[in-house]
């Protein structure tokens, strides 16, 4: 296809999808509301306390994965020179910020890491995801993080918003707004949340949101920077990568210079080296990856919005052999389109999962 077809073609879709967000808003905005307002949710509650009294398990039962661990040496070196410390989450009481939720991290703790999160394991059962920065021409911040800009109010809770305006007091134009793209930023995490929650509440992880405060320790003297960012804790899963279930992840056969920046692999799939699993469990994961693989293509059809779910994306539980799901991150068809060059960019992923289920071998 040549180029200037392609480029036709993405401006149609960002004129279409344009037209369909306003629609679409009214309806989520709706069920966001609701997820604001269902903070005190008694059955996430009740997990996240249970979780906060269980010691974590030991790092070898984690979904581990060496490559999402690893960074290169300048960022190693940089840890190490001024290593993260805690972490508190940030409200507004008193009329003024309120620090609460101790929670401890170093860089041992650190156990991965996608394009949008750094990921440490906390001591208890859960883990803690801090905000990378990222510029503001990333995909990300498409039609939904617009939406969550026009109405913050259905997307941050009253007690943040008047956070933001406590931290405004005496800063300039700039530093205010940088503050609020990441108040911003909040809210359209939670959005894409909402949005995967509505639709498959038991695959997706509890999840919570909010302005934090990280703290790490200067290199010389006492004392800590601090810098404010949105984070998220989630129940630390215990399992698998649904990319290490592949024995032979062999790269595909490419160019260099797409395997360069785009690399592909061919997925051979091996349950067997999982030990045996029941057939009724491996009935009920089927069910579940093919309402995971319906509910992408729906949305991909319908609100022109691409789900992430790619093999480091899925994790499956062992040993209950679960499948979760725990990055919602959702990106609008024609900016995600742009940075991998597909045609049908969810239908990649797709095709993976669809050969992971008929690795099974259920037939
Ligand atoms: N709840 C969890 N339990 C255990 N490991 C997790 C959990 N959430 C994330 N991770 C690990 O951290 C990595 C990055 O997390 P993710 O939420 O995908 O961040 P990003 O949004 O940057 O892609 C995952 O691939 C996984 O290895
Ligand atoms: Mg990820």
């Not at 306003?22 to 307002?37: F, L, P, T, W």
């Not at 996430?44 to 690893?70: G, M, N, V, W």
Request: contains cysteine.
């Amino acid at each position: 296809m040549k180029f200037k077809d392609i480029a036709k073609r993405v401006r149609n879709r960002i004129q279409r999808a344009g037209q369909g967000i306003s629609d679409r808003g009214k309806e989520a905005g709706r069920s966001v509301r609701s997820i604001i307002g269902s903070f005190s949710d008694e059955y996430i509650e009740s997990a996240f306390r249970k979780a906060r009294e269980t010691i974590a398990p030991e790092r070898d039962f984690l979904p581990a994965d060496f490559q999402l661990r690893q960074s290169y040496w300048p960022r190693r070196l940089y840890e190490r020179m001024v290593p993260v410390s805690h972490v508190f989450r940030m409200g507004m009481r008193y009329k003024r910020e309120h620090l609460e939720d101790f929670m401890p991290i170093s860089p041992e703790h650190y156990i991965g890491r996608g394009s949008y999160k750094f990921v440490y394991s906390l001591p208890w059962k859960m883990v803690l995801k801090i905000s990378r920065r990222v510029l503001p021409s990333d995909p990300i911040f498409g039609s939904m993080y617009r939406e969550v800009d026009q109405r913050p109010e259905e997307f941050l809770s009253q007690e943040e918003l008047a956070l933001y305006d406590f931290l405004c007091e005496g800063k300039g134009k700039g530093k205010r707004d940088r503050l609020w793209s990441q108040f911003l930023r909040l809210g359209m995490e939670r959005y894409h949340y909402a949005k995967v929650r509505e639709a498959l509440p038991d695959l997706v992880l509890p999840t919570k949101f909010f302005m934090g405060v990280r703290y790490r320790k200067k290199p010389f003297g006492e004392g800590h920077y601090e810098s404010i960012r949105p984070m998220d804790s989630q129940i630390m899963l215990v399992g698998k990568h649904l990319k290490e279930f592949a024995s032979a992840a062999v790269h595909s056969e490419q160019n260099k210079l797409m395997s360069r920046f785009f690399p592909r692999w061919d997925f051979e799939f091996d349950v067997g080296r999982f030990g045996r699993i029941k057939k009724k469990v491996l009935l009920k994961i089927t069910e579940d990856f093919r309402r995971l693989i319906e509910y992408t293509e729906t949305l991909a059809r319908e609100e022109k919005l691409i789900l992430d779910i790619h093999t480091e994306n899925l994790i499956i539980t062992l040993p209950e052999f679960e499948l979760k799901i725990f990055d919602f991150h959702l990106f609008d068809e024609h900016l995600y389109e742009s940075t991998q060059g597909l045609a049908s960019p969810e239908q990649d992923h797709i095709a993976v999962l669809e050969r992971f289920v008929d690795s099974l071998d259920l037939h």
